[in-house]
């Protein structure tokens, strides 16, 4: 049982190169999510999904998209990186009570 | 929307004492939950405590105790006994209550535990 495991765990892209995080869970979750962190701050959610084929906007999803075609999937995908970009990324599924996260991608975009 | 606030940006403590990290939150939701969440240098994000907010009494997990005022709107976390494990970022953060599972946090307080 491999919890949430997310790939890579480092990346550095060129301003305008796209990309895709992948995240995956073993855990027969529905409910599954994107974060970012910022130096200084807390967690901002980016997308979420509620089940395979169901997907939302959270707060920060411009320049995102996601997809979820499995419940084990949920993969986010940077259109045209910005040095905006330039964060954590954190994946998380989650039951009704308790989210799990997975260990985090740091992306520079230079 | 929730808003999420935590007043100490950083907070030390001596080993073996106690210290009470703040938060406080804005909704008009009456069903939700709260979380501490812990960010060690690893920074993997660790569960410490939850609360429902229709249970009046206060969570507790082991050393790890919230003091829970929901008419005041806040959620503190104290830790007794502190130790060096306890080092790290702590986040405070709100859930609604059947929407989704969708987290919002507070800015953080770093905490360093000193010999």
């Known amino acids: 049982n491999a919890g949430v495991t997310q790939t890579p765990k480092f990346q550095v892209l060129k301003t305008g190169q796209s990309m895709t995080l992948q995240c995956a869970q073993d855990m027969n979750h529905e409910y599954m999510s994107w974060y970012r962190q910022d130096p200084g701050m807390g967690l901002r959610l980016i997308h979420y999904s509620v089940g395979a084929g169901i997907t939302d906007q959270g707060e920060v999803p411009n320049g995102y998209n996601v997809s979820r075609s499995t419940t084990e999937d949920f993969p986010l995908r940077l259109l045209s990186a910005a040095p905006s970009q330039t964060s954590v990324y954190f994946c998380?599924?989650?039951?009704?009570?308790?989210?799990?996260f997975g260990p985090g991608t740091r992306l520079t975009v230079l | 929307a929730q808003t999420v606030t935590q007043s100490q940006p950083e907070m030390s403590v001596q080993e073996a004492e106690t210290v009470t990290l703040s938060c406080t939150y804005d909704?008009?939701?009456?069903?939700?939950?709260l979380f501490w969440y812990k960010q060690p240098p690893s920074r993997q994000m660790i569960l410490v405590i939850r609360?429902?907010?229709?249970?009046?009494q206060n969570a507790t997990e082991n050393r790890f105790s919230v003091n829970f005022q929901k008419a005041a709107k806040s959620f503190s976390l104290k830790i007794s006994d502190s130790q060096l494990g306890d080092t790290a970022m702590y986040f405070c953060?709100?859930?609604?209550?059947?929407?989704?599972?969708?987290?919002?946090f507070g800015g953080g307080t770093r905490l360093m535990v000193k010999p």
């Open positions: 609360q429902e907010a229709y249970k009046q």
């Open positions: 953060a709100f859930m609604k209550y059947n929407a989704g599972n969708m987290l919002t």
């Open positions: 909704t008009s939701e009456n069903n939700y939950y």
């Open positions: 998380a599924s989650s039951t009704l009570l308790e989210q799990f």
